[in-house]
């Protein structure tokens, strides 16, 4: 027989330090090594909960980009008993929602289900990611419109400089192609490496099934014991199997796109999900970039000088070191000016000119805005997902405040100096006339 | 709450006998500013949003994009805030500076602490009583703003060409114009307009204060007594709201733009609700609308994209809580070897089939079931609840009826959704756009 380790969050409440007091995770792990995690939500008759597994798209080759994300189409789709229309038939007839999806991590197979449906939702659930299908015609379906698809996003300057950005910042590093694919790696891809995919990496060990709703442990596990009773294994590579990818700086790409605006990104390694500074890193960005109005950036580029509609700044914190990035768009004959601005800012508080006061009403922010979050059951998947993931602590949200506001000054310099210098960052620009703007750039500097 | 999602629940199983309400609390003052509250204590938040009768609909001619620029202005300071200021108080509580504009309506909105929510109504009420406008941040502003239109339309060939389909599709209601303006009235706007229609339009008449989460209706009902309800009356005007002339035959328009891969999209104006009076009509529309794009099942995915091959991607939309009528849409992306003559003529051959043919039980029950459903889902997320309260207020149809509708949708029968497919769903009711790639 199976057993299950049940471990009870104690002290959860011992340290209530806004009003928002935050749900216990509890923490179940069953005997082939799936760790549940489970908040209760009792006051919508709901349950959702996403399971993620160790086989997001840096598992796959870069001239295959795209396998992962087909995988989890494909697992979505049909099984070995239902196909795409039984299947189809059966989730609509219970109003069950029930999606996949890969990033560069893991991939993430979720259900959302009224609680009177969640029997038949498992059902399914379960079927489709044990008893994969692999329907050589709807794999051919999903393989052309993901290509069609890709050929579309070519008109988005987010997705071009997207794509850039990978290959700059990351080369041939596992996060050096996006989890979605090109045109030209979707088309290479065979059924076979879905399944090669599926067979080496999507494994119950390290995977996660985060849960949020109205539903107990004690419920909930012997329904998953008797649906996932078949499922076994390690997966080939582990979450933490990864290098460091190389340093880049002072890189650039300039990507031509018959638009108005140039959108103009900055870009550097930020920190891994496991960084010892996590938390100074993550209000530093707040500060920068991260906390939209109240942020340097915003005031500077947007409140001051009207150039953008928006300036964000955000890091990606993966297994690995993955992406900080700084973002704007504007009218191509501002792009020079709103970089300098941006340079300026970057290069100010590198040099350690971080106020005390923008320091408080970050922390302010962050702890007020905490509870908003945290707003639906499916927001709260999410966060417990990559708890579970990232094997951060079970009290992490509970914490989470607390581990905010401990965050000093001197940590937010030491933070800047680490991430902020100008000449560390590179660069992707999208648009029309970019040549031109490089001169500007020089003749913005020098005054 | 729990009534509410009572209700709902009974709904899903289409219950014959219909009894309990939501428990929507309301308070009407004597200066025409309106508060209602849904209580739910299952955690220590609430969602505040400040919901108004102004949007694109108020603009006069040559003035498209004021309501959306004077959203912007809301967050510039007043008497007693500074600019800037606003911002830094509500960030200071936890807030973000969040607020929307459409045609219909205007809102802004904060989910706080639930202790903190009196002082976000002071908050709200003074800048909505004593707004700056000054013209050096109408000028930075209105910059902001060309920048937000270049990103969201002019550089995006999709949207831009919706935008020219519904200035196409209508000939008097005010859908025809995009919220965020052309951009030859936004080069022409002066702080003097922001300022009339300041003066015209925030007036307390207008405002329905919404509270979702942990608050008491008696203390909130108190607290807008001390804020908005202070505000001096103004007398409410009627809104702009023509009746749109009957379709005189089909529409046609090609859309060249730099893109990679061509689109077509077709527009309806159908009719929306008016509770009592087209339920039945308009329920079927909405389900229509599902079957052909919601769900797993949904035919346009189904049979265009999957089984025909006629496009890579497909969809439908309807909002049947809009002012005077709704502008449904139908589009199909085009992939490279797919052609947008294929679709249209698929499209229609889809609409006729709906209309000649029941849709079989199971269908029909999936689509309302799905619809019902989505409404429980909704209720887990205090903003999408309080904006649902707000929409339905200000668009003239009246919070309290929001059950009333899911009560129309569970009567949708099989024949009811033939006749609103054959009667709206015409090529002569119809305008029909195709955006053209075209290099550069």
């Given at each position: 027989m199976k057993r299950y380790l049940i471990i009870p969050m104690l002290?959860?409440?011992?340290?209530?330090?806004?009003?928002s007091a935050v749900p216990a995770i509890q923490q179940a792990e069953m005997k082939n090594g799936l760790r549940v995690l489970l908040m209760e939500a009792h006051n919508v008759p709901m349950v959702s909960m996403q399971l993620s597994v160790v086989?997001?798209?840096?598992?796959?080759a870069a001239e295959t980009a795209g396998t992962a994300s087909l995988l989890a189409t494909m697992l979505a789709d049909h099984s070995a008993r239902h196909d795409h229309r039984a299947l189809a038939a059966l989730l609509d007839a219970d109003a069950i929602h029930l999606g996949a999806a890969a990033s560069r991590d893991d991939l993430k197979l979720s259900l959302t289900v009224l609680k009177e449906a969640l029997q038949p939702g498992l059902d399914a659930f379960a079927e489709l990611l044990l008893m994969p299908g692999w329907n050589n015609e709807r794999f051919a379906i999903f393989q052309q419109d993901s290509i069609s698809g890709a050929r579309k996003a070519l008109e988005e300057p987010g997705a071009q400089a997207a794509t850039a950005a990978s290959r700059l910042l990351f080369g041939e590093h596992p996060y050096g192609h996006r989890s979605s694919g090109t045109e030209a790696s979707l088309a290479a891809i065979k059924l076979k490496d879905l399944k090669k995919l599926y067979h080496t990496q999507v494994k119950p060990a390290g995977a996660v099934l985060a849960v949020s709703g109205d539903i107990t442990m004690d419920e909930l596990l012997p329904m998953l014991k008797h649906r996932l009773a078949g499922w076994h294994g390690a997966p080939k590579h582990r979450l933490m199997d990864i290098a460091v990818a190389p340093t880049v700086m002072g890189k650039t790409a300039d990507i031509s796109l018959p638009t108005s605006q140039t959108l103009v990104q900055l870009l550097r390694q930020g920190p891994a999900r496991s960084d010892g500074a996590f938390f100074p890193a993550f209000v530093l960005n707040h500060i920068l970039g991260g906390g939209g109005f109240g942020s340097r950036l915003m005031e500077e580029v947007r409140e001051k000088r009207g150039l953008v509609y928006g300036v964000y700044s955000y890091f990606i914190p993966l297994a690995a070191p993955g992406s900080f990035v700084i973002t704007l768009q504007t009218k191509a004959d501002q792009a020079a000016e709103a970089e300098a601005v941006v340079r300026k800012v970057m290069g100010e508080m590198a040099s350690g000119k971080v106020t005390r006061k923008q320091l408080q009403a970050s922390k302010d922010n962050l702890s007020g805005s905490f509870a908003q979050r945290m707003d639906s059951n499916r927001e709260r998947v999410g966060l417990i997902s990559m708890i579970g993931l990232y094997h951060l602590p079970l009290d992490y949200l509970s914490k989470w405040t607390q581990k905010v506001d401990a965050v000093t000054l001197n940590q937010v310099k030491q933070q800047a100096a680490r991430f902020?210098?100008?000449?560390?960052w590179n660069r992707v620009r999208v648009g029309a006339k970019l040549n031109i703007e490089a001169s500007a750039v020089s003749a913005a500097k020098a005054h | 709450m729990f009534i509410r999602i009572f209700t709902l629940l009974l709904l899903l199983w289409s219950m014959p006998s219909w009894s309990s309400a939501a428990i929507l609390q309301q308070a009407m003052f004597k200066n025409g500013a309106k508060l209602i509250v849904e209580e739910d204590h299952s955690a220590p938040v609430a969602m505040v949003q400040i919901w108004l009768k102004v949007g694109g609909r108020d603009e006069v001619p040559g003035k498209t994009g004021l309501a959306h620029v004077f959203e912007h202005m809301m967050f510039k300071g007043s008497a007693k805030l500074a600019a800037g200021e606003y911002s830094r108080r509500i960030a200071a509580i936890g807030g973000n500076d969040n607020a929307f504009t459409s045609t219909d309506f205007t809102a802004y909105f904060e989910t706080v602490p639930a202790a903190k929510v009196e002082e976000v109504l002071g908050l709200e009420a003074e800048r909505f009583a004593h707004l700056a406008l000054r013209d050096e941040d109408f000028q930075k502003e209105i910059r902001v703003i060309m920048e937000e239109r270049r990103m969201r339309t002019d550089d995006d060939p999709n949207s831009h060409m919706f935008e020219e389909l519904s200035a196409v599709s209508?000939?008097?209601?005010?859908?025809?114009?995009p919220v965020i303006g052309w951009m030859q009235d936004l080069k022409k706007l002066t702080i003097e307009d922001v300022r009339a229609f300041y003066q015209k339009h925030y007036i307390p008449g207008n405002v329905t204060v919404v509270v979702v989460g942990d608050v008491d209706f008696l203390q909130m009902k108190k607290r807008v007594g001390e804020t908005f309800a202070r505000m001096k009356a103004h007398p409410v005007e009627a809104r702009f709201n023509p009746k749109e002339p009957e379709p005189l035959g089909a529409k046609r328009i090609e859309v060249k733009l730099p893109a990679q891969l061509p689109m077509l999209a077709i527009t309806i104006p159908l009719p929306v609700w008016e509770p009592g009076h087209n339920d039945k009509e308009v329920a079927a529309l909405a389900v229509a609308t599902q079957v052909l794009a919601g769900g797993r099942s949904a035919r346009l995915q189904r049979e265009l994209v999957d089984e025909q091959r006629r496009a890579f991607a497909a969809s439908a939309g309807y909002d049947p809580f809009g002012m005077g009528l709704d502008l449904w849409y139908l589009y199909g992306m085009l992939g490279p070897k797919q052609t947008t003559a294929d679709f249209e003529q698929a499209v229609w051959a889809l609409l006729a089939d709906m209309a000649t043919k029941p849709e079989p039980k199971a269908v029909l029950a999936a689509a309302k079931r799905n619809m019902i459903a989505s409404e429980v889902f909704a209720q887990d997320s205090l903003y999408l609840r309080a904006k649902e309260i707000g929409r339905m207020e200000v668009s003239g149809i009246g919070a309290e009826h929001r059950d009333a509708w899911l009560k129309a949708i569970a009567a949708v029968t099989a024949a009811d959704l033939q006749a609103a497919v054959g009667r709206w769903f015409t090529k002569d009711r119809s305008t029909t756009g195709i955006l053209t790639p075209e290099v550069k």
């Open positions: 002290l959860l409440f011992s340290y209530v330090h806004t009003a086989a997001g798209s840096r598992f796959e902020l210098k100008p000449e560390q | 209508l000939r008097l209601h005010p859908y025809r114009n």
